[in-house]
């Protein structure tokens, strides 16, 4: 089955401060993406990327950047991180793009204090 | 904008009771429609898909679609405790990138 690892798996950061979550697959999945999960929400897509040194924006981009450095590793960083981005974030891959189920880790649960 | 809306947002059933999830969608164009099920704490983790018109069956679980009515649906027989979960359901049209997520059902199944 398709494996999604992400660090850490809880993060306490403080207001302002900058935040990296890591992301690795070892599926050799072309797509990869970066989810938040808030109550009541459920996901919404901030970036995603279908190839190496190259990230896309998606439907909440702001406040958030992205990085893909290979295939294998997709990164989320928040250069200034903000209470309102408290929220479990979970990574994701597909083999190919929408019409493909998506593969998730175990989230990350960030609190910005 | 894709906009896809689940109902109810929570349900108890009993044990072995048959459980109807529902979820719309706007966009006529979508293609690609999912369940996905979360248990408390863990990851979401793919149930079921259809991509054309009608119903679907996997053991206990059925989906129906149809697209007309921009609405599909997960039946869940003989309803478990296991099956305790947040059910959302995912939505994409052919050749995007992006699959929109509904905010989901939260389901407890009392012994």
């Known amino acids: 089955e398709a494996a999604v690892t992400q660090s850490p798996r809880s993060k306490v950061a403080v207001t302002g401060g900058k935040v990296t979550l890591s992301c690795h697959q070892t599926n050799n999945h072309d797509y990869m993406y970066w989810y938040r999960q808030d109550t009541g929400h459920g996901l919404r897509l901030i970036h995603y990327?279908?190839?190496?040194?190259?990230?896309e924006k998606g439907d909440i981009p702001d406040g958030y950047k992205a990085s893909r450095p290979s295939q294998e590793n997709f990164s989320l960083i928040l250069e200034l991180a903000s209470l309102s981005q408290t929220a479990v974030y979970f990574c994701a891959s597909s083999e190919a793009g929408s019409a493909e189920t998506l593969y998730f880790g175990s989230g990350t649960r960030l609190t910005v204090l | 904008q894709q906009n896809v809306q689940q109902s109810p947002e929570s349900l108890i059933v009993p044990e072995g009771a048959r459980t109807s999830l529902n979820c719309t969608f706007s966009?006529?164009?979508?293609?690609y429609f999912w369940w996905y099920r979360q248990h408390s704490g863990k990851a979401p983790k793919a149930l079921m898909?259809?991509?054309?018109?009608g119903e679907k069956e996997e053991g206990r679980f059925t989906i129906h679609l149809n697209k007309a009515s921009l609405h599909f649906s997960l039946h869940i027989r003989d309803s478990q405790p296991s099956d305790s979960a947040l059910y959302l359901c995912a939505v994409s049209i052919t050749g995007g990138y992006k699959v929109v997520f509904g905010s989901g059902t939260r389901l407890l199944v009392s012994p």
């Open positions: 990327s279908y190839v190496a040194d190259s990230t």
């Open positions: 966009d006529s164009a979508s293609q």
């Open positions: 898909s259809i991509f054309s018109n």
